[in-house]
């Protein structure tokens, strides 16, 4: 199916998704907040600016909703309009976050992905324990975390 709308009304819509401060990424800062943990908003000098950034403990945090970053849950699914263009823009969504992911290991930040599955739905774990085991990461020394819906915490995700 086309799109009905020209490229540039598309892109003025698609401007309007909010990225930053939405619902989960505030409801997760004001707790870890709550529990003594200072952090930096999207910092710009680091890869994928980072929606919370834990100098102190040399950590970031990525707030993904399962959709928008194609997490393999049953949140995650395409619409059945336009598949081809879902299907790119989901994929580029992936590949950006790997290439990130990566470079900021390289640089020697961990990061703990937090999956909106996680949070929301029919699998979610709740705030309270998507909370205790963001706060357990971040005084651990694992490099790399996902927090995801059911299954609650996986250590040692693979690098892509």
Not at 73 to 98: G, H, I, L, Q
């Amino acid at each position: 199916m086309t799109d009905t709308v020209s490229p540039e009304k598309r892109s003025q819509v698609m401007a309007l998704v909010g990225s930053k401060n939405t619902k989960p990424e505030l409801l997760i800062r004001k707790r870890l907040h709550a529990l003594g943990f200072r952090y930096r908003l999207h910092v710009k000098d680091l890869p994928g600016k980072p929606d919370l950034v834990f100098p102190r403990y040399k950590s970031v945090i990525q707030i993904n909703g399962c959709f928008w970053h194609g997490h393999s849950c049953p949140r995650c699914r395409m619409p059945s309009s336009n598949t081809e263009y879902w299907n790119r823009k989901v994929a580029r969504n992936m590949e950006r976050d790997a290439a990130n992911r990566r470079l900021l290991l390289d640089e020697g930040w961990r990061v703990l992905t937090i999956w909106e599955c996680a949070l929301t739905g029919k699998w979610k774990l709740g705030l309270s324990e998507v909370i205790a085991l963001a706060s357990k990461w971040l005084l651990s020394k694992e490099s790399i975390c996902e927090i995801k819906g059911e299954i609650g915490m996986v250590q040692n995700v693979a690098r892509d």
